[in-house]
């Protein structure tokens, strides 16, 4: 059936005529959008940007992004989605950033923001429905033109084609613009898809390697200045004493300004504000942190852990069973802080006028950027204006629900009552907090005859991240941070356990904390893939039998395992002499994904040569994309999985860049295949679910080789 | 000092100590460079000096005088190097940051390396991290560069 979409009803797509010449698709706000609808009374500006599809007289069609770039490709698969209804010239399209408006909000979270790896899920009707429309309308138009029926028109490859005769759809866009609105849209069935589910390559390869792709540090403008800014060592420290003497002489230098998050040496480029900073003699306050220790913190942990704790979840009796059983298996797992070190260090330029306020920004998170600067600045959202550039790399670190490093650049600007880009350090970064929490679960579990297991009692301990937020509300049900406790408490193993528990304590430390990509999945599929895996060997089954099991009734798990058994051969190969394999699947935002390492121990380093994976994501709307996506979210875990980690010592994070904050290079790399399972469900999440993995399958493969249950990250194998 | 970018000469007023770094990028615009930590521990800012790949944000600009510094900008406008080409055939690229330092690293293995091994590549790429994670298709699209500069 081809899905009848009617506009009308919906009243979200509107088309426009563009200045200049042209046919504007652009959506109206859904009223029920909490954020945008905010904005929206506040909102006296006679325009407000709305357009994601702009088709011009020249036959250039260009696709604003509701979305951000950071590497995830959705500045290729968002257009493919438009270009796939539209049936446009591909060569054609042209890709822009949309700027911060209520239009553009997240039809699931509403407000405008990239993250929780569901760009494609919750884009996939809009864009396609907005390429639909484009099309009915040129072809209306087309019709009239011809005088012809419109079902006598068809589309290919940007012109309206009926019997010999053609038109271009730049030809075409001064009529359509003028046409009364479609009372619906359809939209093509998956079997004529001719883009989605087949590989696009990017579009923004061009730009990305030849030094032209504008990330927000390149911002250049006269005038425009650039500021460090020396921020308390310690969490929650603040300024005492400033002594700004010999930074002021460093050449360069132009001022020296307190900020509420510390002291900006604000100068002609960046080495002259660093060098300025260096200089800077500053006395702080400790603060209450001044005691931060994480070694400390984790008895602390260990000792809640211990204690009754909110209740998430149960079925029966687990206590009772546990009391009553003979053997119980009792393990204790750690994860450690980690920065996200995005590639790009974080920076934003902004330029405050006396009406308006500009910003130029990689950002995960525009409306909160847009609220903030509105309230610093005293002008109204809707008067600041948000550039979204390039990001290089988010990983979550750009999306902070205060948007703290948006919040400091504009504080430094309206200080210095000039246009500033504040730039981070690395140092800044890994030192500047937001972090993936430390976490520590304490699991007992019995296993039952059949050694499958009969009793679980989880207790979680580590910090909430929507704690304290504006998303608290939204987010934390009595007490509970749902991201505390995603992929233990939903988990599809614990729904096959008579009697389980899980129990939950948030501790709060001081260290600011943030998701990192796969949120709570990092730690949870670690603890709960590694102890599935444990059970399995006591229970003397082979751990892919043992998941099928108690997997049985969850098809999408299902389907991912035995596709990564099958592609890595699992009961007919061996892994060479001195390797093992282990296994994990986990789901997380909505999708499911299993992955199979082949490691081995080289100078008692873990070495990891191979991973095959399997994703179930619904439909895959760019495969390759997919694959990429895989790729990099096992990169980016195995770094974890082998090497990160952040310490607190009085007070202080003990690392400070790549030389001590290790992330995975390029000769640690595994050989990645990645393979993607058939379905027709719709879209569901790729950019994160592939980190979740990639832990437990290491440590798992770990357990085969030396017998060594590893259950603190970073794994470190003893000799 | 001056300093010939690319085959230009440029004036420029600086330290001698301001690492080439950054007065490529806030003195005399080539943005295409890029700072990821500023320690020679991430390769993004990797630069040639007479085809030799250095480490701008350690390499003090006063050191690239009277040599030939080229940047990614100077390698092809238009994405028409063979190392551009398999960059894009393979499609590598996911957030781009890095991806400057790692197509200059790629461009000097090459050039000492025409026909590099896995390990060569490992050797001289280890140097330029990716957090994106792109490293799988970085090592398979320079051995595609490799065979495109032959043909
Ligand atoms: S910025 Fe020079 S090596 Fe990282
Ligand atoms: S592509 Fe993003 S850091 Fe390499």
Redesign the interface.
């Known amino acids: 059936m081809n899905a009848v979409i009617p506009t009308s009803r919906r009243d979200f797509l509107k088309q426009t005529a563009l200045a200049g010449g042209g046919l504007v698709i652009a959506f109206v706000v859904p009223a029920a959008n909490r954020f945008a609808h905010a904005q929206e009374t506040a909102a006296a500006a006679p325009f407000v940007p709305n357009a994601f599809l702009r088709i011009a007289a020249d036959d250039s069609i260009t696709v604003l992004l509701a979305h951000s770039e950071m590497g995830q490709g959705i500045w290729t698969s968002l257009p493919m989605l438009i270009a796939e209804e539209l049936d446009a010239d591909w060569s054609k399209l042209r890709v822009e950033h949309a700027p911060a408006a209520p239009a553009y909000a997240h039809a699931m979270f509403g407000m405008q923001m990239t993250g929780g790896s569901s760009t494609i899920s919750s884009e996939f009707d809009r864009y396609r429905q907005a390429g639909a429309m484009a099309r009915a309308l040129l072809v209306q138009a087309a019709a009239t033109r011809l005088g012809v029926a419109v079902t006598d028109c068809r589309t290919e490859s940007g012109k309206v084609i009926a019997g010999e005769q053609s038109l271009r759809y730049g030809e075409l866009v001064d009529d359509a613009s003028k046409l009364a609105a479609p009372a619906s849209v359809i939209l093509k069935e998956p079997k004529d898809w001719k883009l989605i589910g087949k590989s696009s390559r990017r579009l923004d390869t061009p730009e990305k390697i030849t030094g032209r792709a504008g990330f927000g540090i390149d911002v250049r403008f006269e005038g425009l200045l650039t500021a460090v800014v020396l921020r308390a060592p310690i969490f929650g420290g603040s300024v005492k004493s400033v002594d700004s003497k010999a930074a002021m002489l460093v050449p360069g230098v132009r001022r020296v300004i307190q900020v509420p998050s510390g002291v900006a040496v604000v100068a002609d480029h960046y080495w002259a504000a660093k060098l300025g900073r260096d200089a800077l003699a500053v006395e702080w306050e400790p603060g209450p942190n001044a005691g931060l220790d994480s070694e400390a913190m984790r008895l602390q942990f260990r000792e809640l852990a211990a204690s009754e704790g909110l209740q998430v979840t149960q079925a029966g009796d687990a206590p009772a069973a546990l009391s009553a059983a003979t053997a119980v298996l009792e393990a204790e797992y750690v994860v450690p802080y980690l920065a996200h070190a995005p590639m790009e260090p974080l920076n934003c330029t902004v330029k405050i006028d006396a009406d308006a306020c500009e910003i130029w920004t990689g950002t995960q998170f525009q409306t909160m950027d847009q609220m903030v600067a509105a309230q610093i600045t005293g002008l109204k959202p809707e008067q600041v204006r948000i550039n979204t550039t390039f990001l290089g790399g988010g990983f979550g670190r750009r999306a902070t629900p205060v948007s703290d490093f948006v919040t400091e650049a504009v504080h430094v600007a309206k200080e210095a009552g000039a246009p500033v880009k504040t730039v981070w350090s690395r140092e800044d970064d890994i030192r500047g907090g937001y972090y993936r929490p430390m976490y520590l679960h304490r699991a007992r579990v019995v296993l039952g005859e059949d050694g499958m297991p009969s009793a679980w009692d989880h207790s979680i301990v580590g910090q909430s991240i929507l704690a304290g937020t504006p998303f608290e509300p939204m987010m934390v049900k009595d007490g509970i941070d749902g991201t505390s406790i995603e992929g233990v408490a939903d988990s599809a193993y614990l729904k096959a356990v008579a009697n389980h528990r899980v129990q939950l304590h948030s501790p709060r430390t001081g260290i600011p904390v943030l998701w990192w990509r796969s949120v709570g999945h990092t730690h949870t599929a670690f603890v709960m893939e590694t102890l599935v895996d444990e059970l399995a060997q006591r229970a003397g089954k082979s751990p892919l039998e043992y998941r099928r099991q108690l997997l049985k009734d969850h098809p999408r798990h299902l389907a991912a395992l035995n596709l990564a058994a099958e592609k890595i051969a699992w009961d007919t190969s061996k892994p060479l002499m001195g390797r093992a394999r282990g296994i994990a699947v986990h789901e997380s935002f909505g999708s499911v994904v299993a992955e199979i390492a082949e490691v081995s121990i080289e100078r008692g380093q873990i070495r990891v040569h191979r991973v095959v994976a399997a994703i179930d994501c619904g439909v895959a709307v760019n495969p390759d994309g997919v694959v990429a996506q895989l790729e990099s979210a096992i990169a980016f875990g195995l770094g974890a999985a082998l090497y990160s980690s952040l310490s607190f010592k009085e007070g202080r994070v003990q690392e400070s860049n790549f030389h001590d904050y290790r992330v995975l290079r390029l000769s640690e790399m595994p050989l990645i295949e990645a393979h993607i399972v058939a379905s027709s469900a719709p879209p569901s999440g790729v950019g994160e679910p592939g980190t979740p993995p990639i832990a437990p399958a290491v440590a798992n493969a770990v357990a085969a080789l030396t017998g060594q249950r590893l259950r603190e990250l970073p794994l470190r194998p003893t000799a | 000092m001056k300093l010939r970018v690319n085959g230009s000469e440029h004036e420029v007023t600086a ?1 001698a100590d ?2 080439l770094l ?1 007065v490529l ?3 005399i ?11 020679a ?2 390769g ?1 800012c990797t630069v040639h000096l007479d085809g030799a790949p250095v480490r701008s944000c350690v390499t003090p600009a006063s050191a690239a005088e009277g040599k030939a510094i080229t ?3 100077g ?5 028409s190097h063979p190392v ?1 080409r398999a ?2 055939e393979i ?10 330092g790692q ?1 200059m690293s790629a461009v000097a293995l090459l050039a000492a390396k025409p026909d590099p091994s896995d390990a060569d ?3 001289a ?15 398979a699209a320079v051995h595609k560069a490799a065979e495109l500069a032959k043909s």
């Open positions: 330290a301001m690492p950054w990028r806030d003195l615009g080539l943005t295409g460079t890029k700072f990821g930590c500023g320690i521990q991430c993004a940047t990614i900008e390698l092809s406008a238009d994405g551009q960059w894009t499609d590598v690229v996911q957030c781009g940051y890095c991806q400057s197509i590549i490992d050797a790429m280890s140097g330029n991290i990716c957090r994106c994670g792109t490293y799988q298709r970085v090592r």
